[in-house]
């Protein structure tokens, strides 16, 4: 091999190691520069909190003329409230503060008018009420809106009006649409002589 060949052969071998030098040094800042964006993220502000759905629970008291609501949650504390009924029993809602609940109060005349053309027979019910609710879970504060069956049965009296008392509460769907119609639908689709 001639000097010059041997020359030009150094100097290709100084080329490609400068080349994987400036490969290297590439890596090198592109590792940098992204360990430096994972610490900027894990600093920057914590992501949201997720607040648990808030579910409704009852109990019975005063014989069945009211329903005492509470959050299912143990961290959950039920703010205000709005209680819809469907629209053949009470056009307007009740607000409550404070203390959750329902009377039976609240609906009775109104159902008692919506079932007056209809063969409901004695026994057990449902009501399909619609309940949009403020509530606390640790720091932060949260709206649900749930469409709920009340429980309710009616026992017969002679020459009086049916008795109205309320059993319980479920869960039927969670927000999302019009829950106000679906309701109303609910209520007249359970009535034996509407369909």
């Known amino acids: 091999m001639s000097e010059s060949e041997q020359a030009r052969s150094r100097r290709r071998w100084i080329t490609l190691g400068e080349i994987v030098g400036i490969c290297a040094l590439i890596v090198s800042a592109l590792s940098y520069w992204d360990t430096h964006q994972e610490r900027k993220a894990a600093t920057a502000a914590p992501p949201p909190a997720r607040i648990a759905p808030l ?19 143990a961290d959950q504390v039920v703010q205000t409230q709005s209680v819809r009924f469907p629209t053949m029993v009470k056009a307007d809602a009740v607000e409550t ?8 109060i609240w609906f009775e005349a109104g159902l008692r008018s919506a079932l007056k053309d209809v063969k409901l027979h004695s026994g057990r019910h449902r009501l399909p009420v619609v309940i949009e609710t403020t509530y606390v879970a640790g720091a932060l504060t949260a709206t649900d809106l749930a469409l709920y069956d009340l429980g309710y049965s009616l026992h017969a009296r002679l020459l009086r009006p049916d008795v109205v008392t309320i059993e319980g509460i479920s869960l039927v769907r969670r927000g999302g649409g019009d829950l106000q ?13 509407v369909r």
């Open 55 to 73: 579910t409704l629970t009852g109990t019975v008291d005063r014989g069945g003329d009211r329903i005492a609501l509470k959050a299912a949650g």
């Open 97 to 104: 503060t404070g203390n959750p609940h329902i009377d039976a």
């Open 181 to 193: 119609a679906l309701a109303d639908a609910r209520f007249v689709k359970s009535l034996p002589n």
